[in-house]
């Protein structure tokens, strides 16, 4: 049986890229648990389709925001807006990314720059935007996803590896920055989760077979299977963990 958090029950939670892959799972998960969700996300199809489907069954219905993460304005004003349906936010989860692969000699600083605010750089500002309800609250955790691939020597994803080492340091900044305010701010670092559009576009029967080989876990990881860190690094559960890092993949490393 998997395990519940009582605490999360009521909770204002708001989760970055909900609307697909592991940010659609989170959201299910925490309506699961009885919280108060909102995401958001810029692919509107997918997102109202969720949002429909948890629906029927949610106590509390998710609520949907669309916004283009790479404009802080248009976060923010997102992130207000969650603040005002939700009535507070006790849990961020940053979890919005995109790997794209790149070719060394082929990156400009544009496409630089355009990894950076996707993967990156909206972190922060959405902490920035979400810690005041969380003060205000009396607390809260934020939970950011990072990954093992810049750990793993990828030469494909430069711009990509970069930004997910940089949320650990982001990590580790905030959670001494916000201790003081009952914040806690810790990281998940995926494997090789295989959604829908890893399968679409990076990883084919092969490369899946490969990455299993490497795992200690041999099958492949599924969006589901971040649902457990992230709801224990979220709840209460892990009251006295902050400025952590916890790798969730399948033993890859």
């Avoid at 009251?239 to 890092?245: P, S």
Wanted: net charge negative.
């Amino acid at each position: 049986m998997a395990s519940r958090y009582p605490d999360l029950a009521g909770q204002g939670v708001l989760i970055t890229g909900g609307g697909s892959g592991i940010g659609a799972a989170l959201v299910a998960a925490f309506c699961a648990e009885g919280a108060r969700v909102a995401f958001l996300d810029i692919a509107e199809t997918e997102s109202r389709a969720l949002v429909a489907q948890l629906a029927e069954t949610a106590a509390h219905r998710p609520h949907f925001i669309k916004a283009d993460l790479r404009d802080i304005a248009a976060l923010r004003g997102a992130i207000d807006e969650a603040i005002s349906v939700l009535g507070g936010i006790r849990v961020l989860v940053n979890n919005a990314a995109r790997d794209d692969r790149q070719e060394l000699d082929a990156i400009e600083p544009d496409g630089w720059d355009e990894s950076q605010a996707v993967n990156l750089r909206h972190q922060f500002f959405a902490a920035q935007a979400a810690v005041p309800a969380m003060r205000r609250g009396g607390g809260g955790a934020i939970v950011n996803f990072s990954s093992i691939a810049y750990l793993l020597n990828m030469g494909e994803l430069p711009a990509y590896a970069t930004a997910k080492a940089g949320i650990i340091g982001l990590t580790k900044s905030l959670a001494g920055k916000l201790g003081p305010d009952n914040i806690r701010v810790n990281a998940i670092l995926p494997g090789m989760v295989l959604t829908e559009r890893q399968k679409r576009l990076w990883v084919d029967e092969a490369d899946a077979a490969a990455g299993i080989e490497r795992q200690c876990l041999k099958r492949s990881l599924v969006a589901e299977d971040m649902v457990g860190p992230c709801l224990f690094l979220a709840s209460d559960a892990s009251a006295a963990i902050t400025a952590q890092t916890l790798i969730a993949d399948g033993g890859m490393l």
